[in-house]
């Protein structure tokens, strides 16, 4: 098969995260806003063109003054570095439709190489004659690699936010004429 191009179907993918909390538990959120640029021969991605970039502002925990902080200059400050890009460097296949992604991921003006485990779900025809395919991914950065390194030392001992930020995608793409 030859590489096509694939357009995200936000109605269909996520973009989640999740990051320790105190020490003793774990805040999810997720981005409302992302778009990629899919290159690829769904049946090999080693020859993919895959890049990725997420709206910073579109963040949402479930909690207004936790996302208002999480906009401000303490973490993501949305006015200078408004995006979280992604640009894939080497894809190697770990095993039947297995893959580990290796790019470049900026954020909050660093740009660090980073690694992803993305998995391809499968494709077929949706009712209306369309192709889709599916796609996971998964992976963590440290937050402290990037600049962002606003915390608060506990009383008990630790810090009120992990420096560990879990990620979590799962997309659903359209296969363009």
Do not use: C
């Amino acid at each position: 098969m030859e590489k096509t191009v694939w357009a995200v179907d936000a109605s269909h993918s996520v973009v989640e995260f999740s990051v320790r909390h105190m020490m003793i538990a774990k805040v999810r959120g997720l981005f409302h806003a992302f778009e990629a640029n899919i290159d690829a021969d769904v049946n090999d991605l080693t020859t993919a063109d895959i890049s990725f970039k997420i709206d910073l502002s579109s963040v949402d925990t479930r909690n207004g003054d936790r996302d208002a902080h999480l906009k401000s200059a303490d973490f993501f400050d949305v006015e200078k570095h408004p995006t979280l890009d992604f640009k894939a460097t080497s894809i190697t296949k770990s095993g039947k439709g297995e893959y580990e992604v290796t790019g470049d991921v900026t954020l909050h003006g660093v740009t660090r190489s980073e690694t992803f485990e993305v998995s391809f779900e499968g494709s077929g025809k949706d009712p209306w004659g369309n192709t889709k395919a599916g796609f996971s991914a998964k992976g963590a950065i440290n937050r402290s690699d990037y600049g962002l390194t606003y915390n608060a030392a506990l009383e008990t001992g630790g810090v009120l936010i992990g420096d560990e930020v879990k990620i979590s995608i799962e997309i659903e793409a359209l296969q363009q004429a």
